[in-house]
């Protein structure tokens, strides 16, 4: 799991704490997987977004 954050019940040794919205945070989390296991076949990032919170506005 990969987040900004650990939450308090994920297992430190299965989480990777990065911020995916930039490339760096990216680049982390595919160069610590690599450090942990024999490679990285496939990453797949999903974003969950909370209907119940109001939608951020951005700008142009």
Do not use: H, K
């Amino acid at each position: 799991m990969t987040a900004r954050s650990r939450p308090a019940d994920i297992a430190e040794e299965a989480f990777i704490a990065a911020d995916l919205s930039t490339a760096d945070g990216v680049r982390a989390v595919v160069a610590e997987t690599n450090s942990r296991v024999a490679g990285l076949d496939i990453l797949v990032n999903t974003l969950w977004v909370d209907p119940r919170l109001p939608p951020v506005d951005s700008p142009p």
